[in-house]
């Protein structure tokens, strides 16, 4: 096949002198260079290994010529580190950082130094992959165990998750929960009624409503005073402190509840429970909120975490993580992700949820922020601001305005018309001060940020207006401005993790020690098929923590977030230009938000034609778990589309079934390249199929990272994408989350883009809001924009071909021990590939080899997925041909070692695989037991002895045991004796 040059010219990284094409004047410190970890001479052995001339003929055999864009990516051309890091400080400073007290569920707060440094800030915490492998990953589980411990106390809940997306989702996620549990025995009549208080923070209200829309729930908002709790009510949902600040008593209220059998959910802020009753303790089934104001910059809107406690009777059935405590093979305590049989992954359409991201590296800052500061800090973080919010309501009552709330935490209602509104907001814009304006109040939130001065500058403010004198004096209240029945007794914190770490050093250790448990990017490859474990540069990385990024409110007015604006509308256009699309939404805050986010939009564009009947989403047996799981939360049925054996879509079969259902056909639900690591011959014909029969086509942007600058979503016939920033465009996955995953769409759907009720953005006819914040995870869009500003048009088509080459390398080194399952036409892999251990399965199982790989220094491939009994694989484009080669090095030994069993050299049931992974308690243990070398069990290649050889800290861990003994709290200190 004829190569065409023009397409496809290959500039590659040379990492040895400066490169023949370059001015001697222009930066030879390109980021390219530093991305991609395979020089020029590498290159060529590498094309020699995989039976390649060159790069592009290798591109040519993968990609088919139907769909490969004949053009060059219109982006910007490369920035050096320097050059990019220089232009984004002109453009942050186009953000201005005024003081907000808007509140509305986001606050100042105080990142400790510590935290900032050695967890948000270090790659030994934000380069980890979610902990599903728990053996190498005991240091972010304990964390996450801390997090959900600090909920538990501070909730008066017993059971936690390890965090989900934001408040307003996992507001959702109880919706969802509560109304399964009340109609999983229901034979006819259901309770569909959802009684969602009008004192709900306002973006939690239109996520609601977005999830309810298509699933059955009806969301009936108003004064929770008025409740009608009739047989069709299956739930409530409060806010406590309300979004007006109030402070209410429920009591009374959960108590009909309880008697009428319903639910009751609390959304409530973490902080003010330092002070108020929790709702454990006074009837609420579930409580929900953010964990932000816990040392997590607001980000203009995040990351975050938001948590989710419930009572014990709901923890097999409660959405997200939950991190549980077991045993390991030696009966050690060794932590673990508890009862996944949950998850989505699994469950698939019977999922009630598609979570696929937490946010895990932000819950663990949170739950390090209550380690750091105890019990006696956080109340003492709780109590000052509730007292300078008392002393600020005093000193405007002496001015003559009348403050709304009798009872409050940190929020004051001062009633004001449209006419003071008007001088109150002139005044505080020309002190760079933000409140929160309502129909009738100006909403002042003070925070742990709000020091003495602010509150004198807010009472001169106030006094200003009024004419008055101000007059500041610091007398402090001597009693809480809180119902005295409502105010907390119960202890809390009162584990000695959160009793024993409040001096730097002591806090810097311990947060060291976990980390040094834990198996991140900066000890070797996270070979993970599907969840590309690329490079997170620390040049993208940086700008989030600067000011003007990380301490802009969310709600802030637009003329203060120009600089946010402009990096926004440069993404979008470069994320259509790269998927071929015409609209795009950053809105969606995890991928499976993104499915579902481009599934409603498909479902809106057919409801705006009078076609509310298209229910019928066709997804082929390969498919991610979340795709079913998002598919049925969107309100569609799921039809299960075949396979062939070469792991193809079955073209037929897709035929059948699209004309069988074409008069409700919704959508086909696709992931390209297939799930399979092929890019199928046949996609533009399958989209075709689709179109015909009256659906759209929604493709899974997992696999993206073998597309762009090759192909788009839109060149083989997509109508709309999800993309996974944190995969193929560089966010850190964070031990978990945090994910982004916007959409892009062609014309038809782009009215239909999510808007927000407190911000302006998304379609003519958008939908409601998907996530609490108008632009998602804000702040860690920096990340995506900078990785395409740096690597330019001719980069990021770069960085998809060496994946390629390096997924074809691993292929062609390992294709001799181990069987490549799938492959496409020309027999080439795409950026991933499945290698079969089915063959072996007498001898060991895919689970032994995961575990092994932990003893040569590896975290394993992704395992069983697509298909069990095998591991895929997907090196990314940033790994080195050295440490490919010794991943390879490490999986052909491991070969050995399973031909060792085979032959009957090693025991079939006691050898080094089935006892995997060895720590280095038990190969230094006084007495050893088993029939190979300690030097075999520990140190199998010689790389391992210079530096690469990494120690699990737990055996492999029992999984039933710690299911059928739950514990997902901080265990008493006496449990971790053996």
């Known amino acids: 096949m004829p190569v065409k040059s023009h397409t496809f010219a290959c500039h590659f990284p040379n990492q040895i002198g400066t490169p023949k094409h370059m001015s001697k004047t222009a930066s030879f410190d390109r980021f390219v260079n530093r991305h991609i970890g395979i020089n020029a001479q590498e290159l060529q052995e590498m094309l020699k290994a995989v039976g390649a001339s060159s790069l592009d003929q290798l591109i040519f055999e993968t990609v088919p010529d139907t769909i490969r864009l004949e053009r060059e990516l219109n982006l910007p051309g490369e920035l050096s580190e320097y050059e990019y890091l220089q232009e984004l400080k002109q453009t942050a400073a186009k953000n201005k950082v005024f003081k907000s007290y808007i509140g509305m569920g986001y606050h100042g707060t105080i990142t400790p130094s510590v935290i900032l440094r050695n967890i948000f800030q270090n790659p030994g915490w934000y380069t980890q992959y979610t902990p599903y492998q728990a053996e190498i990953a005991q240091g972010r589980l304990e964390a996450l165990l801390n997090f959900q411990t600090m909920v538990s106390d501070l909730t008066g809940l017993p059971i936690a998750g390890a965090s989900l997306l934001d408040e307003a989702t996992a507001a959702a996620e109880a919706m969802f929960m509560f109304h399964t549990q009340k109609n999983k025995r229901a034979k006819e009549e259901t309770s569909d009624v959802f009684l969602v208080s009008d004192k709900v923070l306002p973006q939690t209200i239109d996520v609601l409503y977005t999830r309810a829309k298509h699933?059955?729930?009806?969301?009936?908002?108003?004064?929770?005073?008025?409740?009608?709790?009739?047989?069709?009510?299956?739930?409530?949902?409060?806010?406590?402190?309300?979004?007006?600040?109030?402070?209410?008593?429920?009591?009374?209220?959960?108590?009909?509840?309880?008697?009428?059998?319903?639910?009751?959910?609390?959304?409530?802020?973490?902080?003010?429970?330092?002070?108020?009753?929790?709702?454990?303790?006074?009837?609420?089934?579930?409580?929900?909120?953010?964990?932000?104001?816990?040392?997590?910059?607001?980000?203009?809107?995040?990351?975050?975490?938001?948590?989710?406690?419930?009572?014990?009777?709901?923890?097999?059935?409660?959405?997200?993580?939950?991190?549980?405590?077991?045993?390991?093979?030696?009966?050690?305590?060794?932590?673990?992700?508890?009862?996944?049989?949950?998850?989505?992954?699994?469950?698939?359409?019977?999922?009630?949820?598609?979570?696929?991201?937490?946010?895990?590296?932000?819950?663990?800052?949170?739950?390090?922020?209550?380690?750091?500061?105890?019990?006696?800090?956080?109340?003492?973080?709780?109590?000052?601001?509730?007292?300078?919010?008392?002393?600020?309501?005093?000193?405007?009552?002496?001015?003559?305005?009348?403050?709304?709330?009798?009872?409050?935490?940190?929020?004051?209602?001062?009633?004001?018309?449209?006419?003071?509104?008007?001088?109150?907001?002139?005044?505080?814009?020309?002190?760079?001060?933000?409140?929160?304006?309502?129909?009738?109040?100006?909403?002042?939130?003070?925070?742990?940020?709000?020091?003495?001065?602010?509150?004198?500058?807010?009472?001169?403010?106030?006094?200003?207006?009024?004419?008055?004198?101000?007059?500041?004096?610091?007398?402090?209240?001597?009693?809480?401005?809180?119902?005295?029945?409502?105010?907390?007794?119960?202890?809390?914190?009162?584990?000695?993790?959160?009793?024993?770490?409040?001096?730097?050093?002591?806090?810097?250790?311990?947060?060291?020690?976990?980390?040094n448990r834990d198996l991140s990017l900066t000890l070797s490859m996270i070979p993970l098929g599907s969840c590309t474990m690329k490079l997170n540069a620390a040049t993208e990385l940086l700008p989030v923590s600067w000011p003007e990024f990380a301490d802009i409110h969310p709600f802030a007015p637009h003329d203060q977030v120009q600089g946010y604006r402009q990096i926004f509308t440069e993404l979008e256009n470069y994320l259509c230009e790269i998927t071929g699309f015409t609209g795009c939404s950053l809105q969606p805050n995890s991928g499976a938000q993104g499915e579902y986010t481009g599934l409603l939009t498909i479902q809106a564009y057919h409801e705006s034609r009078g076609d509310k009947h298209r229910n019928i989403a066709l997804i082929p047996s390969s498919a991610h778990g979340t795709n079913p799981a998002s598919a049925v939360m969107a309100g569609l049925e799921v039809v299960v589309v075949n396979c062939d054996d070469h792991g193809n879509i079955d073209v037929a079969d897709l035929r059948t079934k699209a004309e069988q259902h074409r008069d409700n056909l919704s959508s086909l639900m696709v992931t390209y390249p297939s799930t399979h690591g092929v890019f199928e011959v046949h996609i533009n014909e399958i989209c075709d199929i689709i179109h015909q029969n009256g659906g759209k086509v929604y493709m899974d942007g997992a696999n993206m990272n073998a597309q762009v600058g090759l192909t788009s979503?839109?060149?083989?016939?997509?109508?709309?994408?999800?993309?996974?920033?944190?995969?193929?465009?560089?966010?850190?996955?964070?031990?978990?989350?945090?994910?982004?995953?916007?959409?892009?769409?062609?014309?038809?759907?782009?009215?239909?883009?999510?808007?927000?009720?407190?911000?302006?953005?998304?379609?003519?006819?958008?939908?409601?809001?998907?996530?609490?914040?108008?632009?998602?995870?804000?702040?860690?869009?920096?990340?995506?924009?900078?990785?395409?500003?740096?690597?330019?048009?001719?980069?990021?088509?770069?960085?998809?071909?060496?994946?390629?080459?390096?997924?074809?390398?691993?292929?062609?080194?390992?294709?001799?021990?181990?069987?490549?399952?799938?492959?496409?036409?020309?027999?080439?892999?795409?950026?991933?590939?499945?290698?079969?251990?089915?063959?072996?399965?007498?001898?060991?199982?895919?689970?032994?080899?995961?575990?092994?790989?932990?003893?040569?220094?590896?975290?394993?491939?992704?395992?069983?997925?697509?298909?069990?009994?095998?591991?895929?694989?997907?090196?990314?484009?940033?790994?080195?041909?050295?440490?490919?080669?010794?991943?390879?090095?490490?999986?052909?030994?491991?070969?050995?070692?399973?031909?060792?069993?085979?032959?009957?050299?090693?025991?079939?049931?006691?050898?080094?695989?089935?006892?995997?992974?060895?720590?280095?308690?038990?190969?230094?243990?006084?007495?050893?037991?088993?029939?190979?070398?300690?030097?075999?069990?520990?140190?199998?290649?010689?790389?391992?002895?210079?530096?690469?050889?990494?120690?699990?800290?737990?055996?492999?861990?029992?999984?039933?045991?710690?299911?059928?003994?739950?514990?997902?709290?901080?265990?008493?200190?006496?449990?971790?004796?053996?």
């Not at 937490?358 to 709780?382: R, T």
């Not at 699990?952 to 029992?958: E, G, L, Y």
């Open 215 to 515: 699933v059955g729930i009806e969301v009936v908002v108003g004064d929770w005073r008025s409740f009608d709790f009739n047989d069709k009510v299956f739930g409530i949902l409060l806010q406590y402190p309300d979004s007006e600040g109030a402070v209410e008593d429920y009591r009374a209220l959960t108590e009909k509840a309880a008697a009428h059998e319903i639910y009751v959910t609390v959304c409530a802020d973490l902080l003010s429970l330092a002070l108020l009753t929790p709702p454990g303790e006074w009837g609420a089934d579930a409580a929900v909120g953010n964990t932000q104001r816990f040392g997590v910059p607001m980000g203009y809107g995040g990351p975050h975490a938001a948590y989710f406690a419930t009572k014990d009777d709901f923890k097999r059935v409660i959405p997200g993580r939950i991190i549980g405590m077991s045993v390991d093979a030696h009966g050690k305590p060794a932590l673990r992700m508890a009862l996944q049989t949950r998850e989505q992954h699994i469950r698939r359409e019977k999922a009630t949820s598609n979570i696929c991201t937490a946010q895990a590296l932000l819950a663990i800052m949170a739950g390090m922020y209550a380690a750091y500061h105890g019990p006696d800090g956080i109340k003492a973080i709780a109590v000052r601001v509730h007292t300078l919010a008392q002393m600020l309501d005093a000193h405007l009552q002496q001015l003559g305005y009348k403050q709304k709330n009798t009872h409050y935490f940190d929020t004051l209602a001062v009633e004001a018309d449209g006419a003071l509104q008007a001088k109150i907001r002139e005044a505080a814009l020309a002190q760079g001060i933000n409140f929160h304006y309502t129909q009738s109040c100006v909403q002042i939130s003070l925070d742990e940020t709000t020091s003495l001065k602010d509150v004198e500058q807010l009472v001169a403010l106030f006094a200003g207006i009024k004419g008055a004198q101000a007059s500041f004096k610091k007398e402090e209240p001597k009693n809480y401005q809180l119902p005295t029945a409502l105010q907390r007794e119960s202890a809390y914190l009162t584990h000695p993790v959160f009793n024993n770490y409040h001096t730097e050093s002591k806090m810097m250790r311990y947060i060291k020690r976990l980390e």
């Open 713 to 978: 979503p839109a060149t083989i016939g997509a109508d709309v994408c999800h993309l996974n920033l944190h995969k193929t465009f560089a966010i850190p996955h964070g031990g978990g989350g945090p994910g982004v995953g916007p959409i892009c769409v062609n014309d038809s759907l782009k009215p239909f883009l999510p808007k927000h009720p407190l911000v302006e953005t998304g379609g003519s006819q958008g939908i409601k809001a998907v996530s609490a914040a108008p632009w998602g995870s804000a702040s860690i869009l920096l990340i995506s924009y900078a990785y395409i500003k740096m690597l330019g048009k001719t980069g990021v088509t770069d960085a998809t071909k060496y994946a390629i080459l390096n997924a074809n390398y691993i292929k062609a080194r390992l294709s001799e021990a181990y069987h490549v399952l799938y492959v496409g036409d020309m027999g080439r892999s795409a950026h991933e590939l499945i290698v079969d251990l089915r063959p072996f399965k007498d001898f060991v199982s895919a689970e032994d080899v995961a575990k092994r790989l932990m003893d040569y220094g590896f975290h394993a491939p992704t395992l069983s997925f697509p298909v069990a009994g095998t591991i895929m694989i997907e090196p990314t484009e940033s790994e080195s041909k050295d440490e490919l080669d010794r991943f390879c090095d490490a999986l052909l030994q491991i070969r050995q070692e399973i031909d060792e069993i085979a032959r009957g050299e090693a025991d079939h049931d006691n050898n080094v695989l089935t006892n995997a992974p060895h720590t280095s308690e038990v190969v230094c243990a006084d007495n050893w037991l088993y029939p190979y070398s300690r030097e075999k069990a520990a140190y199998p290649l010689p790389y391992l002895r210079q530096g690469y050889k990494f120690w699990p800290s737990v055996s492999r861990i029992n999984n039933a045991h710690g299911d059928r003994n739950l514990i997902c709290t901080c265990p008493p200190m006496e449990a971790y004796m053996v």
